[in-house]
């Protein structure tokens, strides 16, 4: 089993859609969880961290549920710019300092 | 200020050239990272650097070598490199505290010919 899974899509949706990615991760005494947003050729940017709550920025609103072992990614509204392969990212909490990326869900929005 | 910046953005060099990139941070971030990144592919970790001193090496050939002179400057030395080390270069910070966020450079888009 990979340490962090996510399904690469692409997703398809149009202007206005709701979108939710998850991610799945293995190591239950993970730690931190991030999103992480990437353009084609530009480096990641972090678009969110994850809290235990739950938490929303905007459209975005980000869920970790430990139980089950995922975080989810919802976009609500989604706009062209929008599309971006988006990263799920997790501290394994292996000596605190690696983070493990998933292989990135890709989102096309369309007009 | 969360910047993360890197030097140069993109190098073309021979199988028989030696070259560096450079990264700087002024967060006061204590964790710096290098990443290779393939097209489609996520990052792939090379190094961390923890207070200066290395603390992961993933395994990574010796024809690349990691150097960290200070807290701000993380740098990656490499020499007779083969085309398959292609690829955009990440350097990253990190701090050893709180939230621990990580944020990325712009990548140096590296070609070997």
């Known amino acids: 089993r990979k340490e962090v899974e996510q399904d690469p899509g692409p997703f398809n949706v149009p202007e206005g859609a709701t979108v939710a990615f998850n991610c799945t991760y293995s190591?239950?005494?993970?730690?931190?969880f991030f999103w992480y947003r990437q353009d084609c050729r530009k480096e990641p940017k972090l678009l969110m961290s994850?809290?235990?709550s739950g938490n929303e920025d905007g459209r975005f609103t980000a869920q970790l549920n430990r139980a089950s072992q995922y975080i989810s990614l919802l976009i609500r509204d989604s706009k062209l710019s929008d599309s971006a392969t988006y990263l799920c990212v997790v501290n394994m909490n292996t000596g605190f300092q690696k983070l493990v990326f998933g292989t990135g869900t890709r989102l096309l929005v369309s007009p | 200020d969360t910047e993360v910046t890197q030097t140069p953005k993109h190098l073309v060099m021979g199988m028989t050239n030696k070259k560096s990139l450079k990264c700087e941070q002024h967060?006061?971030?204590?964790?710096m990272y290098w990443y290779k990144q393939k097209a489609k592919k996520p990052p792939e970790l090379m190094f961390v650097?923890?207070?200066?001193?290395?603390?992961i090496n993933e395994s990574v050939p010796s024809r690349f070598s990691p150097e960290c002179p200070n807290s701000s400057l993380l740098n990656l030395h490499l020499h007779a490199l083969q085309p398959e080390d292609s690829a955009l270069y990440l350097c990253?910070?990190?701090?050893?505290?709180?939230?621990?966020?990580?944020?990325f450079g712009p990548g140096t888009r590296l070609t070997v010919t």
């Open positions: 650097y923890s207070y200066e001193k290395l603390s």
């Open positions: 967060m006061g971030h204590r964790a």
């Open positions: 990253a910070s990190r701090s050893l505290a709180g939230i621990n966020e990580q944020y």
């Open positions: 994850v809290y235990s």
């Open positions: 190591n239950s005494a993970s730690q931190s």
